[in-house]
């Protein structure tokens, strides 16, 4: 009789720590799924600031050289030039950052890493999430001086990156 209560016991002390362990998973998981969104949100509240800075009244004239220059030394003023370079040095360090933090916040990036362009063949083996992130990144790069920068800064960036955004054509070499 005694050997029946402690088996008993036993399976109910294994059956507990089964269901301690599943609930420990699951609460891992939540935790796991709150830090990827706020990784994510953190990646979205960089590209919100960059809009709102460009919207301020006081950034006129960069934001007319940002879309009208297809070339930094068609600007003759030394100090906008600077101010632009250094605008686009920040949207490559953004766009690095974000292209070598998402494979591990999205598990639908491709293995070679390469953008996902909506209408392309690819589209519907990926999921929403990165083909978004592609064509945002695929679009700012179709920016003559952003590509100018990149191609004189090159060498500072993830060589992924650069072979996707060249694999893209949204920036040749």
């Known amino acids: 009789m005694l050997e029946i209560v402690g088996a008993v016991l036993g399976l109910?002390?294994?059956a507990f720590l089964v269901l301690q362990t599943v609930i420990a998973r699951g609460q891992a998981e939540e935790a796991a799924n709150q830090t990827t969104g706020a990784r994510l949100d953190g990646l979205y509240q960089q590209l919100l600031a960059?809009?709102?800075w460009r919207g301020e009244k006081e950034n006129k004239r960069i934001n007319m050289l940002i879309n009208q220059v297809s070339d930094l030394d068609s600007i003759k003023d030394p100090e906008e030039r600077e101010q632009l370079y250094s605008i686009e040095?920040?949207?490559?360090d953004y766009f690095?950052?974000?292209?070598?933090t998402l494979p591990g916040l999205l598990r639908c990036v491709p293995g070679d890493g390469h953008l996902v362009i909506r209408g392309?063949?690819?589209?519907?083996d990926t999921c929403d999430e990165w083909v978004a992130w592609s064509e945002t990144i695929y679009q700012?790069?179709?920016n003559p001086v952003t590509c100018q920068v990149l191609n004189d800064q090159q060498s500072l960036y993830e060589k992924?990156?650069?072979i996707a955004i060249r694999n893209s054509k949204a920036c040749p070499a």
């Not at 040095?89 to 490559?92: E, N």
């Open 12 to 14: 109910a002390t294994l």
């Open 50 to 52: 960059y809009d709102q």
């Open 89 to 92: 040095v920040w949207f490559l």
């Open 96 to 100: 690095d950052y974000a292209y070598t």
């Open 120 to 124: 392309s063949r690819d589209e519907s």
């Open 140 to 142: 700012n790069f179709r």
């Open 160 to 162: 992924r990156f650069i």
